[in-house]
Protein backbone atom coordinates (compact mmCIF):
# COMPACT_ATOMS: atom_id res chain seq x y z
CA UNK A 1 0.00 0.00 0.00
CA UNK A 2 0.96 3.43 -0.56
CA UNK A 3 2.62 6.31 1.83
CA UNK A 4 0.48 8.35 3.63
CA UNK A 5 1.72 11.38 6.11
CA UNK A 6 -0.51 12.94 8.55
CA UNK A 7 1.11 15.58 11.37
CA UNK A 8 1.75 12.52 14.09
CA UNK A 9 2.20 9.43 11.92
CA UNK A 10 3.07 7.92 8.26
CA UNK A 11 0.57 5.29 7.10
CA UNK A 12 1.94 3.32 4.43
CA UNK A 13 0.32 0.56 2.13
CA UNK A 14 2.74 0.39 -0.56
CA UNK A 15 6.08 -0.78 -2.69
CA UNK A 16 7.49 -2.50 -0.10
CA UNK A 17 11.23 -3.29 0.64
CA UNK A 18 12.81 -7.36 1.17
CA UNK A 19 11.56 -8.24 5.22
CA UNK A 20 15.09 -8.66 6.31
CA UNK A 21 15.67 -11.83 8.65
CA UNK A 22 15.49 -11.27 12.11
CA UNK A 23 16.35 -12.72 15.05
CA UNK A 24 14.39 -13.57 18.22
CA UNK A 25 16.78 -10.42 19.81
CA UNK A 26 16.00 -8.34 16.97
CA UNK A 27 12.12 -8.68 16.31
CA UNK A 28 10.47 -5.68 16.83
CA UNK A 29 8.38 -5.35 20.22
CA UNK A 30 6.06 -3.77 21.57
CA UNK A 31 3.48 -3.67 18.54
CA UNK A 32 0.45 -4.76 17.42
CA UNK A 33 0.08 -7.38 14.85
CA UNK A 34 1.69 -6.93 11.54
CA UNK A 35 1.07 -7.63 7.74
CA UNK A 36 1.09 -9.30 5.08
CA UNK A 37 1.20 -12.90 6.47
CA UNK A 38 0.59 -16.78 5.24
CA UNK A 39 -3.21 -16.68 5.36
CA UNK A 40 -3.29 -20.73 5.69
CA UNK A 41 -1.02 -20.46 9.06
CA UNK A 42 -3.84 -19.08 11.81
CA UNK A 43 -1.09 -19.64 14.52
CA UNK A 44 -0.05 -16.05 15.92
CA UNK A 45 1.16 -14.84 19.84
CA UNK A 46 0.78 -11.08 19.54
CA UNK A 47 -0.91 -10.12 22.66
CA UNK A 48 -2.34 -6.66 21.31
CA UNK A 49 -5.60 -6.46 20.03
CA UNK A 50 -7.96 -3.93 19.22
CA UNK A 51 -11.70 -3.75 17.81
CA UNK A 52 -12.24 -5.22 14.50
CA UNK A 53 -13.11 -2.38 11.84
CA UNK A 54 -16.94 -2.95 10.61
CA UNK A 55 -18.14 -4.63 7.54
CA UNK A 56 -17.19 -2.56 4.16
CA UNK A 57 -20.42 -1.10 3.77
CA UNK A 58 -20.57 0.29 6.94
CA UNK A 59 -17.30 2.17 5.64
CA UNK A 60 -16.51 4.80 3.10
CA UNK A 61 -14.11 3.74 0.35
CA UNK A 62 -11.08 5.94 0.16
CA UNK A 63 -8.57 3.74 -2.19
CA UNK A 64 -8.22 1.37 -4.70
CA UNK A 65 -4.56 0.77 -5.42
CA UNK A 66 -2.76 -2.75 -6.85
CA UNK A 67 0.40 -4.43 -6.02
CA UNK A 68 2.81 -6.67 -8.82
CA UNK A 69 2.44 -10.32 -6.88
CA UNK A 70 0.55 -10.77 -4.44
CA UNK A 71 1.58 -9.28 -0.36
CA UNK A 72 -0.24 -12.11 0.96
CA UNK A 73 0.64 -16.12 0.81
CA UNK A 74 -2.62 -18.52 0.26
CA UNK A 75 -4.10 -21.40 -0.66
CA UNK A 76 -4.43 -20.16 -4.28
CA UNK A 77 -1.05 -18.09 -4.60
CA UNK A 78 1.12 -20.41 -3.50
CA UNK A 79 4.66 -19.59 -5.76
CA UNK A 80 6.97 -17.75 -4.43
CA UNK A 81 8.38 -15.17 -6.63
CA UNK A 82 11.65 -13.94 -4.69
CA UNK A 83 12.84 -11.28 -2.05
CA UNK A 84 12.63 -7.37 -2.29
CA UNK A 85 10.38 -4.99 -3.66
CA UNK A 86 9.31 -7.14 -6.93
CA UNK A 87 9.37 -10.58 -4.96
CA UNK A 88 6.01 -11.86 -3.21
CA UNK A 89 3.64 -14.49 -4.93
CA UNK A 90 2.22 -15.70 -7.58
CA UNK A 91 -1.02 -17.68 -8.68
CA UNK A 92 -0.96 -21.23 -8.85
CA UNK A 93 -1.82 -21.59 -12.15
CA UNK A 94 1.01 -18.75 -13.79
CA UNK A 95 2.43 -21.72 -15.79
CA UNK A 96 -0.77 -22.87 -17.14
CA UNK A 97 -2.04 -19.97 -18.98
CA UNK A 98 -2.28 -20.23 -22.97
CA UNK A 99 0.15 -18.10 -25.88
CA UNK A 100 -3.70 -16.30 -26.57
CA UNK A 101 -3.95 -15.47 -22.91
CA UNK A 102 -0.03 -14.29 -22.42
CA UNK A 103 -0.23 -12.49 -25.83
CA UNK A 104 1.32 -8.85 -25.39
CA UNK A 105 -1.29 -6.14 -25.80
CA UNK A 106 1.04 -3.12 -26.55
CA UNK A 107 1.33 -0.15 -25.21
CA UNK A 108 -0.53 0.42 -21.80
CA UNK A 109 -1.37 3.27 -19.72
CA UNK A 110 -1.39 1.17 -16.73
CA UNK A 111 2.07 0.70 -15.78
CA UNK A 112 4.15 -2.69 -14.22
CA UNK A 113 1.81 -5.17 -15.21
CA UNK A 114 1.77 -7.77 -17.89
CA UNK A 115 0.12 -10.82 -19.44
CA UNK A 116 0.55 -13.68 -17.00
CA UNK A 117 1.74 -11.46 -13.84
CA UNK A 118 -0.24 -11.90 -10.59
CA UNK A 119 -1.39 -8.87 -9.03
CA UNK A 120 -2.95 -8.13 -5.00
CA UNK A 121 -5.87 -5.57 -5.16
CA UNK A 122 -6.40 -3.83 -2.14
CA UNK A 123 -9.71 -1.72 -1.29
CA UNK A 124 -8.97 0.47 1.44
CA UNK A 125 -12.16 1.74 3.80
CA UNK A 126 -11.88 3.88 6.31
CA UNK A 127 -14.47 5.13 9.43
CA UNK A 128 -13.94 8.72 8.35
CA UNK A 129 -15.94 10.84 6.22
CA UNK A 130 -13.95 11.98 3.37
CA UNK A 131 -14.19 11.86 -0.54
CA UNK A 132 -11.99 9.05 -2.58
CA UNK A 133 -9.17 10.64 -4.24
CA UNK A 134 -5.21 10.49 -4.80
CA UNK A 135 -3.28 8.64 -1.97
CA UNK A 136 -4.36 7.63 1.04
CA UNK A 137 -4.78 10.71 2.19
CA UNK A 138 -8.38 10.31 1.41
CA UNK A 139 -8.59 8.20 4.21
CA UNK A 140 -8.06 10.61 6.96
CA UNK A 141 -9.70 14.37 7.58
CA UNK A 142 -8.62 16.93 9.60
CA UNK A 143 -11.07 15.75 12.23
CA UNK A 144 -10.59 12.29 11.61
CA UNK A 145 -6.74 11.47 11.83
CA UNK A 146 -6.86 8.78 13.55
CA UNK A 147 -9.78 6.09 11.82
CA UNK A 148 -10.54 2.66 11.38
CA UNK A 149 -9.43 1.06 8.55
CA UNK A 150 -10.30 -1.94 6.83
CA UNK A 151 -8.54 -3.62 3.95
CA UNK A 152 -10.34 -5.82 1.25
CA UNK A 153 -7.87 -7.54 -1.08
CA UNK A 154 -8.40 -9.78 -4.04
CA UNK A 155 -5.23 -11.45 -5.85
CA UNK A 156 -5.45 -11.80 -9.76
CA UNK A 157 -3.77 -14.09 -12.30
CA UNK A 158 -3.66 -11.20 -15.47
CA UNK A 159 -4.67 -12.36 -18.55
CA UNK A 160 -5.13 -10.91 -22.21
CA UNK A 161 -8.30 -12.17 -22.04
CA UNK A 162 -12.05 -10.11 -22.87
CA UNK A 163 -14.02 -13.10 -21.27
CA UNK A 164 -11.55 -13.27 -17.80
CA UNK A 165 -13.11 -10.40 -15.04
CA UNK A 166 -13.41 -6.93 -15.87
CA UNK A 167 -11.44 -4.83 -13.01
CA UNK A 168 -14.00 -2.01 -13.97
CA UNK A 169 -16.71 -3.76 -12.35
CA UNK A 170 -15.01 -3.81 -9.54
CA UNK A 171 -13.93 0.25 -9.67
CA UNK A 172 -15.67 3.27 -7.86
CA UNK A 173 -17.10 5.31 -10.51
CA UNK A 174 -18.68 8.04 -8.05
CA UNK A 175 -20.85 4.90 -6.46
CA UNK A 176 -22.72 5.58 -3.41
CA UNK A 177 -24.99 3.27 -1.19
CA UNK A 178 -26.96 4.67 1.97
CA UNK A 179 -25.02 7.61 1.70
CA UNK A 180 -21.69 6.01 1.57
CA UNK A 181 -18.67 5.80 -0.86
CA UNK A 182 -18.60 2.20 -2.36
CA UNK A 183 -17.54 -0.20 -4.74
CA UNK A 184 -19.60 -0.50 -7.46
CA UNK A 185 -18.61 -4.51 -6.54
CA UNK A 186 -16.18 -7.23 -4.46
CA UNK A 187 -14.98 -9.96 -5.99
CA UNK A 188 -17.30 -13.08 -5.23
CA UNK A 189 -16.60 -16.76 -6.07
CA UNK A 190 -13.02 -17.20 -4.58
CA UNK A 191 -13.11 -18.50 -1.24
CA UNK A 192 -14.74 -16.93 2.16
CA UNK A 193 -12.43 -14.08 3.09
CA UNK A 194 -9.62 -14.56 5.92
CA UNK A 195 -10.23 -11.77 8.41
CA UNK A 196 -7.65 -10.85 10.94
CA UNK A 197 -6.36 -8.28 12.75
CA UNK A 198 -3.11 -6.59 11.14
CA UNK A 199 -1.05 -3.69 10.50
CA UNK A 200 -0.22 -0.85 7.29
CA UNK A 201 2.33 -2.65 5.09
CA UNK A 202 5.63 -0.45 3.37
CA UNK A 203 9.11 -0.47 2.85
CA UNK A 204 9.98 1.23 6.03
CA UNK A 205 8.77 -1.79 7.52
CA UNK A 206 10.53 -5.11 8.44
CA UNK A 207 10.00 -7.46 11.05
CA UNK A 208 12.63 -5.40 12.89
CA UNK A 209 10.73 -1.89 12.20
CA UNK A 210 7.07 -2.90 12.77
CA UNK A 211 4.18 -0.44 11.85
CA UNK A 212 2.55 1.14 14.94
CA UNK A 213 -1.05 1.10 12.88
CA UNK A 214 -3.96 -1.18 13.34
CA UNK A 215 -6.01 -2.32 10.19
CA UNK A 216 -8.68 -5.03 9.46
CA UNK A 217 -7.70 -7.43 6.55
CA UNK A 218 -10.09 -9.50 4.39
CA UNK A 219 -8.44 -11.35 1.74
CA UNK A 220 -9.97 -14.16 -0.20
CA UNK A 221 -7.90 -17.31 -0.48
CA UNK A 222 -8.04 -17.94 -4.31
CA UNK A 223 -6.79 -15.98 -7.30
CA UNK A 224 -9.52 -15.32 -10.12
CA UNK A 225 -8.03 -14.29 -13.93
CA UNK A 226 -8.39 -10.67 -14.67
CA UNK A 227 -8.25 -8.64 -18.19
CA UNK A 228 -5.49 -6.65 -18.89
CA UNK A 229 -7.07 -4.71 -20.90
CA UNK A 230 -9.63 -3.93 -17.70
CA UNK A 231 -6.76 -2.46 -15.86
CA UNK A 232 -5.53 -0.14 -19.18
CA UNK A 233 -9.12 0.79 -19.25
CA UNK A 234 -9.51 2.33 -15.57
CA UNK A 235 -6.03 3.95 -16.08
CA UNK A 236 -7.26 5.65 -19.74
CA UNK A 237 -10.21 7.04 -18.29
CA UNK A 238 -8.59 8.70 -15.51
CA UNK A 239 -10.05 7.04 -12.38
CA UNK A 240 -9.97 9.24 -9.63
CA UNK A 241 -7.22 7.60 -7.51
CA UNK A 242 -5.13 8.58 -10.46
CA UNK A 243 -3.52 5.00 -10.45
CA UNK A 244 -1.66 4.47 -13.51
CA UNK A 245 0.72 1.68 -12.67
CA UNK A 246 0.90 -1.07 -9.89
CA UNK A 247 3.06 -1.37 -6.44
CA UNK A 248 6.11 -3.44 -4.44
CA UNK A 249 5.20 -5.62 -2.45
CA UNK A 250 6.49 -6.17 1.37
CA UNK A 251 7.85 -9.18 2.08
CA UNK A 252 5.87 -12.11 4.26
CA UNK A 253 5.58 -11.50 7.78
CA UNK A 254 6.35 -15.10 9.19
CA UNK A 255 7.40 -14.57 13.20
CA UNK A 256 4.49 -15.89 14.98
CA UNK A 257 5.39 -13.06 17.88
CA UNK A 258 4.29 -10.35 14.87
CA UNK A 259 1.74 -12.25 13.82
CA UNK A 260 -2.48 -12.40 15.61
CA UNK A 261 -4.12 -15.96 15.74
CA UNK A 262 -6.37 -15.89 13.05
CA UNK A 263 -9.93 -17.30 14.63
Avoid at 148 to 157: G, K, N, P, W, Y
Avoid at 232 to 243: D, H, Y
Amino acid sequence: MKPLTTPTFALVFSCCLFATAATAETLCTGFGPQTPRDISNKAGTNPRTFTLAPDATKMNLCDIHTHTNAEHKGPGFTVFAGGGEHGGFKCNETDQLTEAELEDPGELAYHGVKPGDTIEVHWVYTSCDGIPGPGLGSCLSDTCANPQLRVEAQVFLVVNDPKALDFTDFAYEDNKVNGLYQAKALPTGTGEPVRFAGSTTGPSYTQEVCSPLQVTWSVRPQCAKLDINSLNRWAKNGNIFKEDHSHGVRQLVTAPELLAPID
